[in-house]
């Protein structure tokens, strides 16, 4: 499967007109997005065999497959990625949601306007459902106008996530949160978003000065997640747009051309409000150096 991507930059002042906007073309009110990725690091060399798998299980075999395949030649940087289910600090059970308590998440590095600063705390459900997500370095930009790069996600249907990761011979190496709202307008989905990361780099240290047995004490269950304890990767506050939609079979050249056609239609659609660009391909490179 294929995706085709294009970027915009908004600046915060800008947020609250903007989503606006984006409902009106849409038709629809804005779907607050609170996702977890953990990014994994392979530990074996190109010319190791891959481990066999255990402690979950895929659903798509193909992809998983094709996965373990990416070791025999480059090596991928891949991601878990699990959507956070919010709940207000102290109501009665974590799978309990609580009406709002995703607009209440916007609590960290902004400068308040448009924010709603809610109780800062978010509680996620007993148990995960993570999706690993891998993706390819983006093709060079000479043919066509937007950003497409081979993607494949596999859902982790079972068991633990964590040791499901290593025995494919990942480490665990860093955390961020993708907090923002989502929009769907005809076959493309639109993305808000702000990336937070800890404040704190306790993780990443222990992460280097002993990987293995920190990987060890890492559950796929993290319970309590204080966006006082995030802050934001950018520090200007600066939202990002990002327009995309998947292609099912990118070698037919029809299917490709009216993805981006529909792409590009988009893109000139919101020409004055934001500038939709190609994203930088080194800036989106998974491989491992």
Known sequence: MHELLLFGRIPPSQHPHLLHILSGISAMQPIPLLEKHRIFTPTRSTTDTPAKTQGGAAKDEYAQKSLQAAAKGDLFVVQLVADVLAVAAGSGGAGER??????????????????????????????EQWTLQFRDIPEVARQRPVTTRLMADVPVAAGDAMAFMRALGYLHTSTYLLQGHRFTYQNTSLLLYRVFVPTTASDVTTT??????????????????????????????????????????????????????????????????????????????????
């Open 208 to 289: 280097k000065t002993n990987p293995e047995q920190y990987n060890n004490n890492v559950s796929d269950n993290a319970g309590l997640i204080d966006m006082a304890q995030q802050r934001l990767l950018d520090a200007s506050g600066t939202w990002v747009l990002q327009a995309g939609l998947r292609v099912q079979d990118g070698s037919k050249v029809e299917t490709m051309a009216q993805g981006v056609n529909e792409l590009v239609g988009v893109r000139e659609m919101l020409r004055g409000v934001v500038e939709l660009e190609i994203g930088e391909r080194l800036a989106m490179d998974t491989r491992v150096k």
């Open 98 to 127: 609580e009406e709002g308590a995703m607009e209440g998440v916007e609590v960290a590095g902004g400068d308040g306007e448009g924010e709603t600063h809610g109780e800062g705390r978010v509680r996620e459900a007993v148990r």
